[in-house]
């Protein structure tokens, strides 16, 4: 599944980047590039806004109009929309800031762009093949792991406002 979500969704794309799903994400872009993009690339456009929605789906795209303000409430009904289950997810392997695919690389190869503390103490490195990005698996990866499987395990309820 892949989607373009629209300038009001910055954080549910970087929620569905972290976990594996293939999400455009434009802060500045008319909606008329918007939806090039999303019919060209066979995208399902995420979004808030009514007017685009329905200017979406009369051009022939696939639209979803999300309704809730918050982050929450949108990552869980795309997970309900689409049936997004645990087993399609791929946690860790875009880049959270751009979309681009992560890769492997040798710790040799970054030494001078991460701390000498997170040298030392890491055995993996990822880079983004776009932006150049780069990813360890560090304390946070657990948090953000833990918290996004509670919130799915919950049904998606927790702090949904």
Request: charged share 30%; aromatic share 12%; with cysteine.
């Amino acid at each position: 599944m892949r989607f373009l979500a629209d300038r009001m969704l910055g954080k549910l794309a970087k929620k569905l980047r972290i976990l594996g799903f293939d999400t455009l994400y434009f802060n500045e872009i008319s909606e008329e590039d918007l939806l090039k993009i999303v019919l060209e690339e066979n995208r399902v456009l995420l979004t808030r806004d009514r007017e685009f929605h329905a200017k979406a789906v009369k051009a022939g795209s696939r639209s979803f109009l999300l309704k809730s303000n918050y982050w929450q409430g949108q990552l869980r009904a795309v997970f309900q929309r689409f049936k997004l289950q645990p087993e399609f997810f791929k946690p860790f392997s875009r880049c959270s800031k751009c979309n681009a695919e992560l890769e492997k690389v040798d710790p040799d190869d970054i030494k001078t762009k991460v701390p000498d503390y997170v040298f030392f103490t890491q055995v993996e490195f990822l880079r983004c093949t776009g932006c150049g990005q780069i990813y360890w698996k560090g304390t946070h990866v657990p948090r953000i792991i833990n918290a996004l499987s509670d919130f799915i395990n919950e049904g998606g309820h927790h702090d949904d406002r």
